[in-house]
């Protein structure tokens, strides 16, 4: 009976009946590659969520400050126009008051969180460099490679998340000019909303090929923007699909009631991230394949994946050829001698300067020793088959035998009838 492993050696060599790993278990499409890295990857794609954290630790922190800063002003705020002694004080339009300090806690809390937002794109340079490294099926050593990617990227995700907390701002003052500013009309102030939400989502869709061209190519400024910008906008149906897939995990968090809300929070703060950077790079490295690569000189299309080509279909075609040529013979019979094996079929052996012909000849002797033991091989077979109709025929017990005596005699007429 085998020993059982102990834990430590499970968690330090692994399990002992794993396959061999060979190429055409590597993921063959790109969602094979999104699961092979997010199952596979999950304590890697921890560590970068943590990171990512780390620098979202401001924004983070502003937005707590100023959800508290607002809760604390609604309650001071008059409503009832009572000071709690039955004295009324005159407000003349107290709602209108409120909604006028939302407005300017919500104009204040966007337009702070710009830099708080930037601070966040240079964690996020680190965060893509990663992802693409463990999507192109790189060795990765995710703390040492995250710095690494900050301080060789974070000059573009500084200035591209700029623009990404400009474009917040401008729908959150948008969106709060809606609800609380009525002296406009309504008509501009639904222009003026949808007119936001498309920048952003363009500003979005450009994001996503910005960040990852950026730790991808070595490209100038002006360049890295037109070429996000013409993916943006040539793919944008799939882009906007791209996006509601990586937003899933933030509207559960939204939608969710009560501690299910905390719990989607808590899984967001441990995988959210990784998640939305993960669902972006495999998406873009699709696009790169399909547009940019075959005009690189030096980039290799299809990484981290196993693509068969046709000389891969050949060879595995001659494998199976040879595979179904394998001969399997019962042990429990006895063996026959294959003259060609057990007495030591010859070959002429090659001169030290051979030639063509040499080869030629060499080849067709192993034809010859190849028909000969195909053909020994059929006898073996046939003799073994005459053999088992033999034993099967004498495999007969004593009380077969009986009854079919018995069976012959009954079928015998009685002399004295």
């Not at 009525?182 to 994001?207: K, P, Y």
């Amino acid at each position: 009976m085998a020993q059982k492993k102990g834990l430590i050696y499970r968690l330090t060599m692994g399990k002992d009946n794993l396959p061999d790993f060979t190429p055409d278990k590597l993921p063959g499409t790109r969602f094979q590659l999104f699961k092979d890295v997010f199952f596979n990857r999950f304590g890697a794609l921890f560590r970068i969520n943590l990171l990512v954290l780390l620098f979202c630790l401001p924004a983070i922190a502003w937005m707590v400050i100023m959800y508290m800063i607002k809760q604390a002003d609604g309650s001071l705020l008059p409503y009832s126009a009572n000071i709690g002694a039955g004295m009324g004080i005159p407000v003349a339009d107290v709602s209108a008051l409120g909604r006028q300090r939302a407005f300017q806690f919500d104009i204040q809390t966007y337009l702070v969180l710009i830099p708080c937002i930037m601070v966040a794109g240079i964690g996020l340079s680190g965060a893509f460099y990663v992802m693409r490294r463990l999507v192109w099926g790189e060795g990765t050593s995710v703390g040492s490679h995250f710095f690494h990617g900050i301080k060789a990227n974070f000059l573009p995700f500084l200035w591209s998340s700029l623009f990404a907390g400009v474009s917040l701002f401008l729908v959150m003052a948008n969106v709060g000019i809606y609800n609380n500013i009525t002296d406009i009309h309504i008509a501009w102030r639904v222009v003026g909303i949808a007119v936001s939400v498309i920048q952003f989502v363009l500003l979005l869709s450009m994001f996503i090929f910005l960040t990852t061209q950026a730790v991808t190519y070595k490209l100038k400024t002006w360049a890295l923007i037109k070429n996000s910008f013409l993916f943006a906008i040539a793919l944008l149906p799939t882009n906007i699909l791209m996006l509601i897939l990586s937003a899933i995990p933030v509207v559960l968090v939204m939608i969710l009631p009560g501690f299910l809300s905390m719990f989607g929070l808590l899984i967001f703060a441990l995988f959210g991230f990784a998640y939305i950077i993960l669902v972006w790079t495999v998406y873009a490295h699709w696009a790169y394949d399909k547009f940019i690569n075959d005009r690189v000189e030096g980039a290799v299309k299809n990484r981290g994946m196993y693509k068969k080509t046709e000389e891969d279909e050949k060879a595995a075609a001659e494998r199976d050829r040879k595979n179904k040529n394998i001969r399997f013979n019962n042990p429990k019979k006895r063996a026959k001698k294959i003259t060609s094996i057990d007495e030591g079929e010859t070959f002429t052996p090659l001169p030290t300067s051979f030639s063509r012909a040499d080869l030629m000849k060499l080849e067709q002797e192993k034809e010859a020793v190849k028909r000969s033991i195909d053909a020994e091989y059929e006898e073996s077979d046939e003799a073994y088959e005459t053999d088992d109709l033999q034993e099967d025929t004498l495999a007969q017990s004593p009380e077969q035998e009986q009854t079919d005596g018995a069976d012959n005699a009954a079928a015998q007429p009685n002399a004295d009838e």
